[in-house]
């Protein structure tokens, strides 16, 4: 690839848009990413070429052109839909990536039944690039940084400065309870609500089985939490590694197993 000494020179440049779709018989499903956190301004041409063009500058692609062949916008999320399940599974290293000051959440949507995908975010991925140590699972490598003792799980975003290594927990559970990613304002409008209830699905699926997520409304009981329900403890042990400590429009979100038997009574105070 081209070198690049700043990130905006690294995604900016154009690409060629005459690659055809692998029409081999996979399905459509295993192709589509489910997209975070986009702002109004963003245009499904925009999302599209903005993402096709980081993928391609990374070497994310398999073949000429950009791998993402449709896009459709909902209100605060898109679905991107790529060529090959495998430059699927590579853009799920666009995670994390920077657009229009925004930090754009890239992960599997939550009708996904497929397995795990290892990947890593995008501050991985581009230090990697930059350095010339990208390995993509495509390639042989795990696409992630993974850190001592770890075995092969996904990396996660950084921690925050100071964050050190967590206290380990008083009792382990597979509901993950998440404070700090909503206000009350949040919650006042119906279909907001409908769209943050889907946009949490599509990002915490990523990190396993989800089989349930609540989010009490307004008014109620633990209004502005969210709990996630996994299908096994593991599951949530990845949420929670993936999910403390990053910033929500400015908040520090905070990640922490919940009693599953507060849950199963929906004592969600």
């Known amino acids: 690839p081209v070198a690049a000494s700043t990130w905006q020179q690294l995604t900016g440049q154009a690409v060629p848009s005459d690659a055809m779709i692998d029409s081999s018989g996979e399905d459509k499903v295993m192709r589509e990413l489910f997209v975070g956190n986009t702002t109004p301004e963003m245009t499904e041409q925009m999302l599209k070429d903005f993402l096709g063009n980081a993928m391609v500058q990374v070497g ?3 073949s000429p052109g950009n791998p ?18 495998d430059e699927a599974a590579n853009a799920l290293n666009l995670n994390n990536i920077p657009y229009l000051g925004a930090q754009l959440r890239v992960g599997r949507p939550s009708k996904y039944t497929g397995p795990l995908t290892p990947h890593g975010n995008w501050e991985d991925i581009l230090a990697k690039y ?40 008083a009792f382990t559970s597979q509901i993950v309870e998440l404070k700090n990613m909503l206000t009350e304002e949040d ?35 633990g209004a ?12 949530a042990a ?3 590694q993936g999910l403390a400590g990053r910033t929500f429009d400015g908040r520090k979100v905070e990640a922490a197993y919940f009693e599953e038997t507060r849950f199963t009574q929906q004592d969600y105070a």
Request: glycine share 10%; aromatic share 6%.
């Open 60 to 62: 994310l692609n398999q």
């Open 68 to 85: 993402i062949v449709t896009c459709r916008v909902s209100g605060k999320f898109a679905f991107i839909e790529l060529r090959t399940r």
């Open 130 to 169: 930059m350095s010339g140590e990208l390995q993509l699972p495509s390639q042989g490598g795990t696409g992630a940084v993974v850190a001592p003792g770890a075995g092969a799980a996904p990396a996660m975003a950084p921690a925050a400065p100071g964050a050190g290594i967590p206290t380990p927990p």
């Open 187 to 221: 919650l006042e409008n119906p279909d907001e609500y409908e769209e943050i209830m889907e946009d949490t699905k599509g990002e915490c699926s990523q990190f396993g089985a989800l089989k349930n997520v609540i989010i009490p409304r307004k008014g109620e009981p």
């Open 224 to 235: 502005t939490k969210i709990f996630l329900e996994y299908m096994t403890v593991d599951d």
């Open 238 to 240: 990845k949420a929670i």
